[in-house]
């Protein structure tokens, strides 16, 4: 009966509401109006005179300073020494979080072991650890990854443990009717059920990586966009640092985008709230 | 043959939600369990299915004590539950895991084709109507081949019309390979309409009321004189096991 009914629905005329079309470049332009908007504003007060363009230049003036540092081919160079930093922090901090995250919110006896200190460490400021990393393991590339991962791991672990002690019983109800336990339980049944908590989680990490690699970045390092604050800083250069403050926003903005558009496919599935217009 | 002997729940609550309720069900018989709220009618399909373990008594088929879930039982819930995550194929093919792909797929087409959604295949389930999920929920339950078939108040939450196109459905379906079926539901005409044999229960504790043996040919039609003759008996029954509902909750 319910097929005669949408067999015939499906004959009707179609209805007269034009379905709406999707722009994305006109997405992408509106969500620049906004920026733009600011740096308008901010050349401008610049030009009136409204505060010293010395203490905080003007767009133009850091936009100058950004084309002289690609011309010269650094830009590129810190670019990417803080790209992979950002990059090998966030896979292990990501890798280690996701493991001991599931065991801890698979296993109620090893959560109530382990989590009470995970809490406790989190709750550690990022440059507390700096001095102690310096130590374990020198002033080079090491101490800076290791400090990113921990930056990286601490909201990936909450999202994974979180995600997972809030999976719907009557999911776990269908994966124990067909006989799933353990292993074949978390690979059908719980970690699908979690993937849309932990990719904001994922995306929660990596926005600390890109926080943290500025502090690991303050740990001596000759190249990197942290290096061009304190180089900037030191050398009373504000265009550059406000230059560098420029790139991390861009950086870690389209490295957020790539991991939203690499995870999507995998969410296809959802049935959620989109609000239009 | 299923047999359910002298089955005793009482949750860590102390909640004592079914008594020493006692059944034996025939290969390929369906029978509905209806009474009133807190009856242990979910209780007692639970305990079947081997989701929740008896404080007392067993469940036996073919010799076999169910203790956990089993192969040869399943359950389908007052709600779809698919895995939002899967297509309608796979949600179907989801207990078939240990077959190869060839097989599982044949499985799947032979089970879309069996609830009417041929084309559907591909599907997600947020793209269906709550009948159609539900249609896709008795496929995948039955695409292990079950010898005992639960169902928990299955068409519930659904609008009379589609409840009457899956109450037909579901008898097709069960044609077809003739397993063991147990039906909670609320509505008497369900039953009627499904059962030839139907368990009144009465609450705190859940028991058995009666059991009432149906006296009417298979699929009968919903407005015969005989068909209304035995629903009025059990809207009489059903009315005191509400009433004991109402007592025990001080209603």
Partial sequence: MTEVVEERLALLPSHPVKAKRSWPMAGIALSMVFPLGLLLIWEAAAYAGLFNSRLLPPPSRVLATLSGLAASGELALHIWATTVRVALGFV???????????????????????????????????????????????????????????????????????????????????????????????????????????????????????????????????????????????????????????????VGKLTDSLLVAVTTPFLRWQDNFRREA | MLDIRNLTKIY??????????????????????????????????????????????????????????????????????????????????????????QKRDAIVSDGLERVALSG????????????????????????????????????????AFTRADLQEHLLNIWDTSRPTMIIVTHDIDEALFLARRIVVMQPSPGRILDVIDVDLPERPDRHSEAFGAVRKNLLQLLHRSLQRTKAASGG
């Fill in chain 1, 92 to 250: 292990f901090g990501a890798l280690a979080a996701t493991v001991i995250g599931a065991i801890v919110g698979y296993l109620a006896t090893i959560r109530r072991l382990v989590d009470p200190t995970l809490q406790a460490l989190r709750a550690i400021p990022s440059i507390a650890w700096v001095p102690l990393f310096i130590l374990w393991f020198g002033i080079f590339e090491t101490s800076k990854v290791v400090l990113i991962a921990v930056g990286v791991f601490f909201p990936v672990y909450l999202g994974v443990v979180g995600a997972l002690l809030s999976v719907d019983r009557k999911i776990v109800e269908v994966g124990r009717i067909f006989r799933l336990s353990g292993f074949d339980l978390v690979r059908r049944i719980l970690l699908p059920a979690v993937l849309p908590t932990f990719i904001i989680s994922l995306r929660a990490g990596l926005g600390l990586g890109w926080m943290f690699v500025v502090a690991a970045e303050f740990m001596g390092a000759s190249e990197g966009l942290g290096y061009l604050l304190v180089d900037g800083q030191q050398l009373g250069k504000p265009d550059q640092v406000m230059a560098a403050i420029l790139v991390f926003a861009i």
């Fill in chain 2, 12 to 101: 860590p609550n102390g909640q004592h939600a079914l008594d020493r309720f006692s059944l034996s069900l025939p290969r390929g018989e369906i029978t509905a369990v209806i009474g009133g709220s807190g009856c242990g009618k979910s209780t007692l399909l639970r305990l079947v299915s081997g989701l929740e373990t008896p404080t007392q008594g067993s469940v036996v088929i073919d010799d076999e004590t169910i203790d956990k879930p089993h192969p040869l039982v399943n359950l389908i819930f007052q709600e779809p539950r698919l895995l939002p995550w899967l297509t309608v194929a796979d949600n179907i093919g989801f207990g078939l895991a240990d077959l190869d792909r």
């Fill in chain 2, 120 to 159: 559907y295949g591909h599907r997600w389930p947020k793209e269906l109507s709550g009948g159609q999920a539900q249609r896709v929920a008795i496929a995948r339950a039955l695409a292990t081949n079950p010898e005992v078939l639960l169902l928990d108040e299955p068409f519930s939450a659904l609008d």
